[in-house]
């Protein structure tokens, strides 16, 4: 049998058939991809119009580009942006809603071309007065974010003699579809950075109010406590058992204006630690002096389980101590007449724990997780009996974790509870081998 070789068909060269047209298209989508591209990743608002106006005159072959938004307090649009226009220009100009083309746009949600807009009814010839220019044509699309239209993406006179057809319908729709996401985005961002430079200025506002409330207070609240400490030793006994409630109404207040005072521990970046090496023992029992007198006078047992063996720390040590004084406060006003405060301390690796244990009223479960957050209260603050802003506990934890360590509660309702925080130790060897370093490096000092 002969074999007859078959010639290969001529495949038609697409690169030459193709007509203009076509290459148009395909260069518009093209832009159309990278615009998108650029929508996406621009939260600057201005910018974001700027590139929106530009990008759309230039694809459909416009005279004029705009954006009009819808303006949530009059119902009206309002022009966002146009080429040839400044901002300043337009930010005066009302669209209204009935008796525009554009608002038209906006009720319908549809894409609408206007041949001549000198025949067209809805056309709302107050924008081409106030800006001294002539419209002819109009092709409008809305800007749609999900089931919601936000306002209405204009082209305005096609150059030439031609007009808007279905492919600048299309090509502008394109772009108004991701272009209303990005506004809306871009809004969001700029609402959300509005509310946090508020939140920020009423931060600051309320750090200064109480940095200067509890300043004033604290000058005539001490001038009373020394009169009535003075006359306490001059009058009768049955006065001197008034001025004893005066002194202690003055103690109340005092300790309010120091945790308003203090509040700023709660903004841990803005505190500053001055760490330097002690010895921790040493810090506690400079603690408990200033609280002898007060367990003395609830009739409070004082315990302590101390290691006999010193535990170095690198630590603030006037933070530290206002640690101990939070916690101490806690267990001493929650611990009725006659109970027991105990301190503990246990080395572990790297580490120590402290605690500080009472036998007082103790906490709800439900409230184990919550006792350290600012200004809460176990107890209802129509019904408790214990004073207090509810701070002692946040700052106390706010303290420890700048010093790279934890804090937590644990309690049994009506028996007492145990609060333990911990702070990394320092061996003894490297204390002295680093102030011994501290004493020649001094002494090379000429």
């Known amino acids: ?6 010639q290969p068909l001529k495949t038609p060269d697409l690169e030459l058939e193709a007509c203009p047209e076509v290459k148009v298209k395909i260069s518009k989508l093209e832009r159309v991809v990278s615009i998108s591209q650029m929508l996406t990743s621009t939260l600057d608002l201005n910018k974001l119009l700027d590139l929106i106006i530009h990008t759309a005159g230039e694809l459909v072959e416009a005279g004029a580009a705009s954006i009009m938004l819808a303006d949530e307090r009059t119902g009206e649009l309002f022009f966002a942006a146009s080429t040839g226009s400044s901002k300043e220009e337009l930010q005066h100009i009302q669209v209204p809603i009935e008796g525009s083309i554009a608002g038209t746009i906006y009720t319908s949600g549809e894409p609408l071309i206007a041949e001549d807009v000198s025949k067209d009814a809805r056309h709302f010839t107050g924008v081409d007065q106030s800006l001294r220019f002539q419209t002819r044509q109009i092709l409008g699309v809305p800007l749609h974010v999900r089931d919601r239209c936000i306002g209405v993406l204009e082209a305005l006179n096609k150059q ?6 279905q492919d600048d319908v299309d090509v502008l729709s394109t772009i108004s579809s991701q272009a209303a996401i990005a506004i809306d985005n871009a809004r969001l961002i700029s609402r959300l950075r509005e509310a946090n430079r508020s939140l920020a200025e009423l931060d600051q506002l309320k750090s200064n109010f109480i940095s200067i409330a509890s300043h004033e207070l604290r000058t005539p609240l001490m001038i009373v406590q020394g009169y009535a400490n003075f006359l306490s030793e001059q009058v009768t006994e049955e006065a001197s058992h008034d001025l004893a409630m005066v002194l202690r109404g003055v103690r109340k207040l005092q300790s ?9 521990y709660l903004e841990g970046s803005q505190v500053a630690l001055e760490r330097e090496y002690f010895i921790l023992q040493d810090v506690i029992d400079e603690v408990l002096m200033d609280w002898e007198q007060m367990m003395a006078a609830k009739s409070l047992e004082l315990r302590q389980q101390l290691p006999k063996a010193d535990i170095y720390v690198q630590a603030d040590r006037a933070k530290i101590s206002l640690v101990m004084n939070n916690l101490l406060n806690n267990a001493v006003a929650f611990t009725p007449k006659g109970g027991r405060v105990e301190i503990r301390v246990r080395p572990l690796t790297g580490a120590v724990a402290i605690s500080v244990v009472d036998t007082g009223i103790g906490i709800p479960k439900k409230d184990l997780n919550r006792v350290f957050d600012p200004f809460y209260q176990v107890e209802s603050h129509l019904t408790r009996h214990h ?29 007492g509870s145990r609060f333990i925080f911990t702070l990394p130790s320092v061996p003894r060897a490297k204390v002295e081998q680093e102030r011994e370093q501290e004493m020649k490096d001094e002494a090379e000092v000429p």
Request: cysteine-free.
């Open 160 to 165: 030439g003699d031609a007009s808007f057809n």
């Open 256 to 264: 309010v204006i120091d945790q308003m005072t203090n509040l700023n």
């Open 387 to 415: 004073e207090g802003l509810g701070l002692g506990l946040a700052i106390a934890r706010q303290v420890v974790r700048q010093h790279g360590g934890r804090i937590w509660a644990e309690s049994v309702l009506g028996q």
């Open 1 to 6: 049998m002969e074999i007859k070789h078959v």
